[in-house]
């Protein structure tokens, strides 16, 4: 399960404004227009768009407005792709002990299409620590952050994968259907309001930051007040990959959370552990974030200008929040080849019980091969439906070479543990 909770929280630092000949850094339209759309490509309702840096072939970013800057995972892309740097800058990972180099490309041009990037500063990690393709399934090679939405409202339309960009001045009015909801901006990262009924009956009113990048549903920092409550049921669980490693917390559920008077049930909930950066939540007043497994569900409106967020029910708003029933944890090989293998294993879950070991090589799911399956489609179907039989053919190695192996069948019983 990826978790981006991880950047947003490790970059306690600001990349310096640069002017060239006038020119304010920002995302624009190339055409006078009210609004252009930029199709994405959702995983898990992330939103994955190909960029050109500096008229370079396009590659995938992810949006997020969990972070403030934009990034660029492997420097050694930067030097393909020609980047200056003007400085290093060393940076520490979640466990606080991870020091994680980066280098800071100041004035690049990022082509979206109908919309670029001007004069835009890339921080440039020195290796891909967070290795996104593995635990998406696609290649990502970077994260577009606060300055994609700084000057324009930008209206994400999870059902029909594309972004309406509105010119500055366009979208006065509040569309059809939609709630406004009142967004502070700080530190250059959205935050809204949000009621949640806990297990024990109790509200909260938190302050949650907006965290598309995030592929969570709700998540509570259980150390930023004492009325968060853990459920009565909840597992242990990798909650995803930090820069500086494994992040690990809890899965549970909310009774309800209210949006704007938008009523979501039953919602899971990641209660992470406390981290050597938690104080940097405690001093942003946040309790947590709603990552995109909620906003998926929902039509989501950024204005960061006019400080305002609109939202109305998408598509699946009510469809269930389900955890993934299996116990599995796959992982694309990062090779050119669809390979996908076990990374992990929940104990006491279904898969467990019937003896998949880690580091099992998956082989096909239900007799089709996994080279017709999207990582993101094998999440949906672990999933799916409790009481679902699913098969899984599996190698299994028996040394580092991969020249002496042995291949299983397996059937999971898909099994509700949350």
């Excluded at 972070?67 to 050694?76: A, E, G, H, M």
């Amino acid at each position: 399960m990826l978790k981006r909770h991880w950047i947003s929280i490790f970059l306690l630092f600001w990349l310096s404004p640069y002017l060239v000949e006038g020119q304010v850094p920002g995302f624009f339209m190339k055409e006078e227009s009210k609004k252009v759309i930029l199709p994405f490509y959702a995983s898990n309702s992330l939103i994955i768009i190909p960029v050109s840096i500096n008229d370079n072939y396009p590659i995938n970013f992810l949006v997020d407005t969990g972070v403030r800057s934009n990034i660029l995972f492997s420097k050694d892309l930067g030097d393909a792709l020609g980047l200056e740097y003007t400085r290093k800058l060393n940076l520490m990972g979640a466990d606080g002990s991870e020091e994680i180099m980066a280098s800071v490309s100041p004035v690049n041009h990022l082509d979206l299409g109908p919309i670029e990037g001007i004069n835009q500063s890339l921080l440039v990690l020195e290796e891909d620590f967070l290795e996104l393709e593995s635990v998406v399934g696609v290649p990502i090679y970077g994260i577009l952050g606060y300055e994609f939405f700084k000057f324009n409202p930008v209206k994400i339309n999870y059902d029909e994968e594309r972004i309406e960009f509105y010119r500055p001045d366009a979208l006065k009015w509040r569309p059809p259907f939609y709630k406004k909801l009142e967004m502070t901006i700080d530190q250059n990262k959205p935050y809204i309001r949000a009621k949640v009924r806990q297990k024990d009956g109790s509200t909260l009113d938190s302050k949650l930051l907006i965290d598309t990048g995030a592929n969570h549903g709700l998540l509570l920092n259980r150390e930023t007040s004492e009325e968060i409550k853990m459920p009565p049921r909840f597992i242990e669980a990798e909650l995803g990959q930090s820069l500086g490693g494994i992040l690990y917390g809890y899965i549970g559920r909310v009774k309800w959370m209210k949006i704007g008077g938008l009523k979501l049930d039953e919602v899971l909930t990641s209660y992470p552990e406390e981290t050597a950066f938690s104080y940097i939540i405690k001093e942003s007043g946040r309790m947590g974030s709603l990552g995109a497994e909620v906003l998926g569900k929902t039509r989501l409106i950024l204005d960061y200008p006019r400080g305002r967020a609109m939202i109305r029910k998408g598509d699946g708003f009510y469809t269930p929040f389900e955890y993934d029933m299996s116990g599995l944890n796959l992982r694309k090989i990062p090779t050119e080849d669809k390979r996908f293998y076990v990374a992990s294993i929940r104990k006491g879950s279904p898969a467990a019980f019937v003896g998949i070991q880690q580091y099992d090589e998956v082989l096909s799911i239900n007799k089709i091969p996994i080279l017709i399956w999207e990582l993101s489609d094998i999440a949906k179907l672990f999933r799916s439906e409790e009481g679902t039989v699913v098969e899984l053919e599996v190698r299994r190695y028996f040394d580092e070479e991969l020249t002496q192996y042995e291949d299983f069948t397996y059937r999971i019983l898909l099994e509700k543990q949350i």
